[in-house]
C-alpha cells in the first residue's frame, strides 16, 4: 500500500512536469538550460521525490538492522565517560548528551540541567526528513559549524561533516586571541577542549606562533577538501574489517582507496604519527622543563596539565598547542601540514 502510494507519487510529478512544459507560450527556441528542480506533487503540498531516489536505498529490509551493528561498535552508543561526567550539566550537555545536543539543535540552546542523560542513540543525529531525496540523511545538523569560541570563525566541513563539527570542535581561542598581552594566566584548563578535531582539519584556531615553516592557509588541507575527504570520508567510509560506516573508527579501506599505491595496515601513512608523537614528546619535555606544565603518575601511568600562573604569552601558547594537538589523538593526520608547521614553529620559539 505505502509503496503503491509513492509510485502514484512519482507519476503525479511526472504529470506536472510533462503539463508544465506543453503550456510554454511558443517563441525563439532559446539555448537549452540547467535542469530545473522537482516540481511540487501538488497532492499533499510536500515536493515530489527526485524519480531516480527510492526511499528504500536506505529504508531497505536490514540495512536499518545493519546500522544498529556497527553503532554498537561505536563509543558514542556507550557514551562511556563523557555522558556520566558532562551530560546532564546544562553548559556541557549540549555535545555530551542525546538530550542535551537534540535540544540544542532544535532550540539553539539547552534549557537547564538535565537529571536522566543518555548516550547517543540513532536520532541523536537523525532528525526529520526535509527534502527527503538522495541526499537527505535528516541529520539534525548540516550547516557550516558556528565556533563555540567565536574568535576561531565559522568552518564549513563540508555537508555532513558540519555535524561531527558541532561537536567536536575548541571551546576556548588560542591565550594570543582571547587575552592578547606579554603574559598570560594559565588555568589547569588552557587547551582547546579534548575536541579540536574539526578546527585542526580546518587548519584553524591553534596559537600560529611565527616560525620558519610557513601555515596552509585555512579550509584548503586536501583531506578537508577531496570527494571523499572529510570526518565522514575516513570515519564512515563503507563498514569492513570492523572499520568505517557507523562505527565511526577510520577505516582503512578509505585511506587506501584514496591514496593508491601500496597499502597501508595502520594509520601511521609516511611514519607521520610516529614523527608527531615524537616531536609531541619533545615539545612536552620542554614543557615541563620550563614549568608550565605539570606531571602526575598514578598506577604507572603519566598525566599531565597545565601548571595555573601567569606565564609569558608564548609559553601559553605552547601550552595550548600540545594539549590541542595530543586530544586530537589523530597524532597529525588529519591535517598534516598544519600539525607539522605548528610543531615546529612552537618547539622553535621555546628555544
Ligand atoms: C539517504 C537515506 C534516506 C533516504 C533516501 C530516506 N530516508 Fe527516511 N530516514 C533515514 C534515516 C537515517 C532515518 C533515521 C533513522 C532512525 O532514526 O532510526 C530516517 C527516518 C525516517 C522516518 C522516521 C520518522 C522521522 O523521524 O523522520 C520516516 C517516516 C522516513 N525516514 C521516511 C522516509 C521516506 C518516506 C523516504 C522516501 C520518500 C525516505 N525516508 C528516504 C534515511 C533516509
Ligand atoms: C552530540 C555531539 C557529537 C556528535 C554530533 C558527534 N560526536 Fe563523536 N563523540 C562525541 C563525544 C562526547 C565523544 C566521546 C564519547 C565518550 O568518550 O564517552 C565522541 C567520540 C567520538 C569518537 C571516538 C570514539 C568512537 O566511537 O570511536 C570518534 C571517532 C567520533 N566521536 C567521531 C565522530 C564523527 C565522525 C562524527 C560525525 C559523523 C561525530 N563523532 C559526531 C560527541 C559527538
Ligand atoms: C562543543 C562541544 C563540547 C562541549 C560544550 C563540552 N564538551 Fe567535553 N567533549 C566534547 C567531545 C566531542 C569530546 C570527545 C572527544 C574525543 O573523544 O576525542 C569531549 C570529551 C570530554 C572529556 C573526556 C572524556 C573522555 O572520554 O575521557 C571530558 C572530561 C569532558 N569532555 C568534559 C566536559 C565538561 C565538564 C564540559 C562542560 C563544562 C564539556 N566537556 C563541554 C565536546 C564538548
Ligand atoms: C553520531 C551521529 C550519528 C548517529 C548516532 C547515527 N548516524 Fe546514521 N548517519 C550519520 C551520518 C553523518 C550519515 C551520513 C554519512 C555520509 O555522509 O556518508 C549517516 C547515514 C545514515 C544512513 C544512510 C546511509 C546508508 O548507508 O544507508 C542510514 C540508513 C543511517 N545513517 C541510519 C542510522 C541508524 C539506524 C542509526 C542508529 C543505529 C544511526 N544512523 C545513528 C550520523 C549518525
Ligand atoms: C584523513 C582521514 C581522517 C579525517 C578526514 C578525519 N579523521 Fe579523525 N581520525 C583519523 C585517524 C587515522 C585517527 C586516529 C585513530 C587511531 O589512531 O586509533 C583519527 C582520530 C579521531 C578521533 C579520536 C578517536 C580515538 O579513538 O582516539 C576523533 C574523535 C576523530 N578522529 C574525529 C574526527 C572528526 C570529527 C573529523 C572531522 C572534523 C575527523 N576525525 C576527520 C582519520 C581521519
Ligand atoms: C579523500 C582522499 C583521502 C583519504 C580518504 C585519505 N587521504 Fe591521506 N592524503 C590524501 C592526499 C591527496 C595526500 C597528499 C597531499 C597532502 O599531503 O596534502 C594525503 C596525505 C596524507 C598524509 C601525509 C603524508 C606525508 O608524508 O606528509 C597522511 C599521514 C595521510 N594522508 C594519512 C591518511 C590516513 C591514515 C587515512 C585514512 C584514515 C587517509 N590519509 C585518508 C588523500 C586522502
Not at 545493519?66 to 561498535?73: L, S
Request: hydrophobic share 30%.
Amino acid at each position: 500500500m505505502k509503496y503503491n502510494s509513492f509510485l502514484k507519487l512519482i507519476l503525479f510529478g511526472f504529470i506536472c512536469a510533462f503539463m508544465a512544459t506543453s503550456c510554454v507560450k511558443e517563441g525563439p527556441v532559446g539555448p537549452a538550460g540547467l535542469d530545473g528542480k522537482d516540481g511540487k506533487d501538488g497532492i499533499n503540498g510536500r515536493d515530489g521525490v527526485d524519480g531516480k531516489v527510492t526511499c528504500q536505498v536506505c529504508h531497505s529490509g536490514t540495512n536499518m538492522e545493519q546500522k544498529q551493528r556497527e553503532f554498537a561498535m561505536s563509543i558514542h552508543s556507550s557514551g562511556a565517560i563523557a555522558v556520566d561526567y558532562a551530560g546532564g550539566r546544562a553548559s556541557c550537555a549540549r555535545c555530551h548528551s542525546h538530550e542535551g545536543f537534540t535540544q540544542f539543535s532544535v532550540f539553539g540552546s539547552v534549557a537547564g540541567d538535565i537529571t536522566n542523560p543518555s548516550a547517543w542513540k540513532c536520532n541523536t543525529c537523525h532528525g526529520l526528513h526535509k527534502s527527503f531525496e538522495g541526499d537527505d540523511y535528516a541529520l539534525r545538523k548540516i550547516d557550516p559549524v558556528v565556533p563555540v569560541a567565536a574568535a576561531n570563525g565559522v568552518m564549513d566541513l563540508k555537508g555532513n561533516n558540519n555535524l561531527c563539527g558541532t561537536c567536536h570542535q575548541s571551546r576556548s581561542a588560542e591565550p594570543g586571541t582571547a587575552a592578547p598581552g606579554t603574559n598570560f594566566t594559565l588555568t589547569v584548563r588552557t587547551y582547546p577542549h579534548y575536541s579540536a578535531q574539526s578546527n585542526i582539519l580546518f587548519g584553524n584556531g591553534l596559537s600560529e606562533i611565527p616560525g620558519s615553516v610557513a601555515y596552509p592557509a585555512k579550509g584548503t588541507s586536501t583531506h578537508l577538501t577531496m570527494a571523499g575527504g572529510s570526518c565522514t570520508g575516513c570515519h564512515m567510509g563503507t563498514f569492513s574489517a570492523r572499520q568505517g560506516g557507523h562505527t565511526f573508527i577510520p577505516s582503512l579501506k578509505s585511506c587506501n582507496d584514496c591514496h593508491g599505491g601500496t597499502p597501508i595496515t595502520n594509520y601511521n601513512y609516511g611514519g607521520v604519527q610516529k614523527d608527531t608523537q615524537e616531536k609531541l614528546d619533545q615539545l612536552r619535555d620542554k614543557l615541563l622543563a620550563i614549568g608550565v606544565i605539570t606531571k602526575t603518575t598514578v598506577d604507572g601511568v603519566d598525566s599531565y596539565a597545565p601548571k595555573p600562573g601567569s606565564v609569558p604569552m608564548v609559553q601559553a601558547q605552547a601550552v595550548y598547542n600540545y594539549f590541542g594537538i595530543k586530544y586530537d589523538r589523530s597524532l597529525g593526520v588529519h591535517n598534516p601540514k598544519y600539525v607539522k608547521a605548528i610543531l615546529a614553529n612552537t618547539i622553535d620559539a621555546l628555544k
